[in-house]
């Protein structure tokens, strides 16, 4: 997997650029493949998780990485966005099964709201927001 996405006229439309953008960052979230899922995230990142809690980019990657947080499934429906010059906003609904802090919590579907930005030529996720569906 590709680490980063630079803007590439070649790689066909922008909106499908970041969409594939952050479909590869939900499969480098659930290997806890770090290496991929750092660049992707800006480092002034900030997850609102669906229990309101607000996580910086080194609080929610860590977690990952120490095991903290350990998703077991994050399948992604259909990904609607608007592109906005140097700026992209994403929603979907999406099957979510996780692990957090050693408790199991159920396959659920969730909403996800992110927004990437384009710094230097290359689209990170900036802000992600995640709603239980009940």
């Known amino acids: 997997m590709s680490a980063t996405f630079p803007i590439d006229e070649q790689l066909g439309s922008l909106a499908d650029h970041i969409c594939t953008a952050e479909r590869t960052r939900l499969q480098a ?7 991929t899922a750092r660049p992707l995230h800006a480092a002034d990142f900030q997850l609102i998780t669906p229990i309101g809690k607000a996580l910086s980019k080194d609080e ?28 992209a906003l994403l929603r979907y609904q999406a099957q979510l099964e ?32 995640a709603t239980a569906i009940s």
């Open 29 to 35: 979230l659930v290997a806890a493949d770090m290496a």
């Open 98 to 129: 996780v692990v957090f802090g050693g408790h199991h919590v159920a396959p659920a579907q969730y909403w996800h709201t992110d927004a990437y930005e384009c710094r230097d030529g290359v689209w990170q996720v900036v802000w992600s927001q």
């Open 60 to 87: 929610y990657l860590g977690a990952i990485a120490a095991g903290h947080i350990k998703y077991l499934q994050w399948e992604p429906g259909a990904i609607e966005i608007r592109v906005h010059a140097h700026i």
